[in-house]
């Protein structure tokens, strides 16, 4: 069974970088869509950044030119680089792929703490 497994979260203070990971314990290739949410205390998981099926990216407002997904296919990664955090960015942040069966596989999250 395919696993997704983050990393690279932790805490950081306003206006920096963190680069998450998403590494895929199988092939990259299972799935047809893949994307980075994140859910903080109290509030609904909200998608962050996604590779659609077509290939291409998609971003909501909230992080549109601070966040950007890129992928590596030959070391089966996903990427989250993650600039101008501001202290609403933390959260814990998951990875998320989606099957051509259309199952969706989550990884374990890891936790994004921005300090003001």
């Known amino acids: 069974q395919v696993q997704l497994v983050e990393s690279g979260g932790g805490l950081v203070q306003a206006g920096g970088s963190l680069r998450l990971s998403c590494v895929v314990s199988?092939?990259?290739?299972?799935?047809?869509?893949m994307g980075w949410y994140r859910q903080a205390p109290g509030k609904q998981r909200e998608l962050v950044a996604e590779?659609?099926?077509?290939?291409?990216?998609n971003y909501p407002d909230s992080v549109k030119g601070r966040f950007t997904i890129s992928r590596d296919n030959a070391k089966s990664t996903v990427y989250l680089q993650m600039n101008s955090l501001k202290p609403e960015d933390t959260a814990v942040y998951y990875c998320?792929?989606?099957?051509?069966?259309?199952?969706?596989?989550w990884g374990q999250g890891t936790l994004v703490t921005v300090s003001s």
């Open positions: 199988g092939s990259i290739f299972s799935f047809r869509a």
């Open positions: 590779f659609t099926s077509g290939g291409s990216t």
């Open positions: 998320k792929g989606t099957t051509w069966r259309y199952l969706e596989v």
